[in-house]
Structures are given as C-alpha cells and as structure tokens.
C-alpha cells in the first residue's frame, strides 16, 4: 500500500530534498513514507519541516528508529524505494529494498557500492530533473520488476560470503601466504552477524586475541 518508500537517516548528505523536489511535480494522493534516525542533530520533526519549505502536496509517514522488523514489514509494503545519496559505502538499505521484492531508484552521480546492483530488474536509475518522471513510471509498472529473484540469485549472503572468501584467498596464494581456512560466512542485516550462528562460539577465542592485542 506504500508507494513511495525511502529508509535513510536524516543527515543532509542522504539528500531527501531530491524526493521533495521531485513530490511537487507527482499526484497528490501518492502514499510516502519516510523512515530514518535521528543524525546530526536532524531529527523526523526538521525532516518534515524540510518538505514543507520546499512545498510537497502529499501528506508524508515518518517514523524515527523504528526495529529492523518493522522496517521490514514496511520495505515489503512498498511499491518502489528510493535511495539519493551521492557517496557512501554500499547502502545497506538498498540490497534489503530488493530482497522484499521492491526495485530501487538511485541517483546517475551516486559513487554508492549498491548502484552496481541496478538493472532491468532490480530498478532504475534517475537524474535530479527526471526523477518524477522516472518514479511515475516506475509506480505504473512496478510489477513488472522482479528484484527479488536476481538479489537471491546474485547478491544473497551465501554467494557474497563464497566471492569475498575468493578474493581473499587468491590475493593470499598470489603474495605466498597460506590458505588454511576459510572465513566464516556472515550476513548483513543492519549489523553483521555470522550465517552459522556457531562459528560466534568458534571463533570467539580469536576475537578475544584480536582485542588484548
């Protein structure tokens, strides 16, 4: 029932202002919502003010440190999602986005890891002077994404896990250093946590050495 859905918190560089710029130029009735945590000093309050100045029809939801199962209910009720920023590591909301089956717009100048993960399927790719053209287009046609399908096929814990292990032991083999094991697969879902719940007890020793150390 959502049809706009961002999950960002409410520092500046997450650049809400993007979706509010686009808000003005779509249908008045569009269900967004909005939710986030409080960052520097930015809080829910300051986020709807923001929409205000810059003029948005729509009565916007915005909630504030919600439980990853509610922002999953939420992520799985929407239509299309949209995540704006210009540079960050691999935003994590993104790849959940597409796992609750919902494709995701992100931005042409974004320098985020995630963006790789854009195609026909997953969602599109927008400009500042087209993004309400490109989210219009997307709410018409939102079930003909399959995001779902391609991120189990291709981004899933299990695979990202076996392509890091790759890397990790072919840049150890190259500069003649052993291979005795291999890491322990770990799942992202808002903070990481091992696949195998116990490698936690197996590997404690080692984090207990890395911290002494």
């Not at 199962?69 to 299309?80: F, G, L, P, T, W």
């Not at 003649?176 to 195998?196: E, N």
């Amino acid at each position: 029932t959502i049809d706009i859905l961002m999950v960002a918190h409410f520092a500046k560089w997450k650049r809400h202002w993007l979706l509010f710029e686009a808000l003005k130029r779509m249908r008045r009735n569009l269900n967004v919502v909005l939710i986030g945590r409080e960052d520097s000093g930015r809080t829910a309050q300051e986020i709807r003010a923001e929409a205000r100045a810059f003029g948005v029809p729509q009565e916007l939801a915005i909630y504030s440190a919600l439980e990853i199962e509610e922002v999953m209910k939420h992520q799985c009720n929407a239509k299309i999602s949209v995540s704006l920023s210009k540079r960050e590591g691999s935003c994590v909301a993104v790849t959940e986005a597409m796992f609750a089956d919902t494709p995701v717009v992100m931005m042409r100048d974004a320098h985020v890891g995630a963006r790789a993960y854009i195609n026909s399927h997953t969602g599109e790719i927008s400009t500042p002077r087209r993004l309400h053209q490109t989210l219009s287009r997307m709410l018409e046609n939102s079930s003909g994404y399959s995001p779902r399908d391609w991120a189990c096929k291709n981004v899933s814990a299990q695979i990202t896990s076996e392509r890091l292990n790759s890397l990790l032991r072919s840049y150890s083999l190259n500069v003649g250093k052993p291979w005795t094991q291999d890491i322990a697969p770990i799942c992202w879902r808002y903070v990481p946590r091992y696949l195998d719940l116990a490698d936690a007890d197996r590997l404690r020793p080692g984090i207990e050495s890395l911290c002494k150390r």
